[in-house]
């Protein structure tokens, strides 16, 4: 057995009989550092590593990016950051395959992996196998047949998992999540889920640009094309978007086709704005109402439909079966329908009319809206920082911390202490906050914090808790790219229609499967 499955062994077994008892360390590690790989240098890989190194407890062994030029980025900010560290001293490769193959000389414990979202299950899926801890950004991948394979291949190597949705860890967040397990809000059937999203190209334009430029263009240089693509199938590179292109770019985020970041339109690259933004703000309803077995989905709304990349707006309504109640046994939940808009569309006030009469009779920017028969919670940003709570025979919302009912509900998940959002007895957002969502990672690997007795982890997004999260995600994805109405089985991973099923397994290049 590896060091890393004696680890996790160890590290599943201290829980006892504790809600979330703190467990004693596998072996002291002392002043050791984790030997940590990183692969995705800039972006949302800086925002991932960073906290990892300013913490103390990595010694970074490796850099892996595709773009050679983000090694110089990032050390010119972290120069800027004030943070000492020099990026030329650590081995830093193009191709993951190569690092993939050095990982066991250079004693890689653990990696971050913020890539592409095509890329993460090939990475993550190839460490695991050699007993490598992962911390994988959101999505955790892109198709249901990687999320099978992802979902075994932790299990089978007990390493620790945690993905990127770094709300997790608010205060707000895990005390809005105990008031719902509470069952405070009677049956629950329905959940209104929205997004701003998606703020990059994506839609008609997208394909037909991509359509009309099929001899591609000069690569960057610095830029290794082959090792972006990785397992996708092979297609030339196009560079920008000339400024007239009538893209969709609501946000000035740049005229990239592929790279970078605006990749994640595209069907073979990205999961759209339901795989980007849905771990974040179904996070709350999915732990509060323990959701389980998503059993179809329906395409209701759908605006710039093409065979390329996903569409400008959508609405899309998913369906969770009944289940029963690990929280409170005995307790049965019933099915209940979730719909995610995204695009800017959002639910009608008039679901929430308590919110509305305060509130100009606006809906939040983004946000979660569950509705029992007792009452209703509505979280009002991306990550659960805010939210709010009114039961029946309330006037209006307050904060879920200053509810009177809401406040009788017993503790049962522990706040990290390094990621507060509490300041005056109510929620706010504040700087900073994902910052324990990375720590609660390397504790974890160190044998060392609480262990969260829902999840069989002492990481609170392991794979208990991510990989049937990312099951309902992906499964909308497939609504809005084939339309129409969808029923899936899990068990057999299979949909009842041919034209979804095609899409199931990803495309997996020669040379670069895993």
Not at 97 to 123: F, N, Q
Not at 145 to 156: I, P, S
Not at 388 to 398: E, S
Not at 424 to 441: C, D, L, P, Q, R
Request: hydrophobic fraction near 40%.
């Amino acid at each position: 057995m590896s060091i890393s499955a004696s680890r996790r062994g160890f590290i599943r077994g201290v829980a006892g009989a504790s809600t979330f008892a703190i467990g004693g360390c596998m072996c002291p590690r002392g002043e050791q550092k984790i030997k940590l790989a990183v692969v995705g240098v800039m972006g949302k890989g800086w925002s991932d590593w960073t906290p990892m190194l300013k913490s103390g407890l990595v010694e970074i062994v490796a850099f892996c990016d595709c773009d050679y030029n983000t090694r110089n980025s990032a050390q010119m900010r972290l120069v800027r950051d004030g943070i000492d560290f020099d990026m030329y001293s650590v081995p830093f490769y193009t191709d993951y395959r190569k690092l993939l193959d050095r990982c066991g000389i250079l004693g890689v414990e653990a990696m971050t992996i913020s890539t592409p979202d095509h890329v993460h299950a090939p990475v993550a899926v190839a460490a695991m196998k050699q007993g490598i801890h992962v911390f994988v950004q959101k999505p955790l991948v892109r198709t249901l047949w990687e999320l099978d394979y992802f979902g075994r291949t932790a299990k089978e190597n007990g390493v620790v998992v945690q993905m990127g949705n770094q709300g997790s860890a608010l205060d707000s967040m895990r005390r809005c999540t105990e008031v719902i397990q509470s069952g405070i809000l009677g049956d629950v059937k329905e959940v209104h889920v929205w997004t701003n999203r998606p703020v990059w190209p994506q839609g008609e334009e997208v394909a037909k640009w991509v359509k009309s430029h099929p001899k591609g263009e000069n690569v960057r240089n610095g830029l290794n094309w082959d090792a972006w693509l990785a397992t996708a199938q092979y297609r030339p590179f196009l560079d920008r978007y000339p400024a007239d292109a009538p893209v969709y770019d609501p946000w000035k985020l740049g005229k990239n086709v592929y790279h970078a970041f605006t990749w994640r339109g595209f069907f073979d690259f990205g999961a759209g704005a339901f795989g980007d933004m849905a771990c974040h703000t179904m996070n709350l309803a999915f732990r509060g109402l323990e959701l389980g077995g998503v059993s179809g989905a329906e395409l209701v709304r759908i605006e710039s439909k093409n065979d390329i990349a996903y569409p400008l707006k959508s609405v899309v309504k998913l369906t969770y079966k009944a289940r029963e109640s690990k929280v409170r046994p005995g307790v049965s939940l019933p099915s209940l329908e979730l719909y995610w808009y995204d695009g800017n569309v959002k639910p009608d006030a008039a679901i929430m009319p308590k919110w509305a009469k305060f509130n100009g009779g606006k809906v939040p920017a983004t946000g979660c809206y569950i509705i029992g028969s007792k009452g209703a919670v509505l979280m009002q940003d991306d990550y659960g920082a805010k939210c709010a709570i009114a039961l029946n025979d309330d006037k209006a919302f307050v904060d879920i911390f200053k509810h009177e009912a809401a406040r009788t509900v017993a503790r049962s998940i522990p706040f990290r202490t390094d990621s507060k959002t509490v300041s005056g007895g109510s929620t706010v957002e504040m700087k900073g906050f994902a910052n324990g969502h990375y720590i609660e990672f390397l504790e974890a690997i160190r044998g060392e914090g609480v262990f969260y007795r829902q999840v069989n982890s002492r990481c609170f997004s392991d794979v208990e808790f991510c990989v049937p999260q990312m099951e309902g995600i992906l499964v909308g994805c497939m609504a809005q790219r084939v339309g129409g109405k969808l029923a899936w089985d899990s068990s057999k991973q299979l949909f009842d229609r041919a034209d979804a099923n095609e899409f199931v397994r990803p495309f997996i290049r020669k040379g670069w499967e895993f």
